[in-house]
């Protein structure tokens, strides 16, 4: 059974950072682009960042450009998303999954990041 399982979130002051780890288990994970998306309350789930299989390519959402920074560790099938700079506008349910087509089936319980002002 493939399970993504995120991890790592919390509660942090504005301004402060979290690294989110998604590891996954049931299947390899290296030869796919995978991404990290979030939901806030009331909202569509997003796109934050994605990262090719290799990890030589990134792209980021414009809102968190700069301020986060995603990696993987193939040998280890696991991905990671460093967060600095964090504002109350990241507060929200972060989930990985794979990129550019989420699988329904993955979608994981999230790990809730909430930053105060």
């Not at 030869?31 to 299989?53: C, D, L, N, T």
């Not at 700079?85 to 794979?98: F, G, H, I, Q, R």
């Amino acid at each position: 059974q493939v399970q993504l399982v995120e991890s790592g979130g919390g509660l942090v002051q504005a301004g402060g950072s979290l690294r989110l780890s998604c590891a996954a288990s049931g299947r390899t994970f290296s030869h796919y682009a995978m991404g990290w998306f979030r939901q806030a309350p009331g909202k569509e789930r997003e796109f934050v960042a994605s990262i090719s299989w290799s990890g030589g390519r990134t792209v980021y959402a414009d809102s968190v450009k700069g301020r986060f920074t995603i990696s993987r560790d193939n040998a280890k099938n696991t991905v990671y998303l460093q967060m600095n700079s964090l504002k109350p506008e990241d507060t929200a349910v972060y989930y990985c999954n794979v990129h550019p087509k989420p699988i329904t089936n993955y979608w994981g319980q999230g790990t809730q990041v909430t930053v105060s002002s």
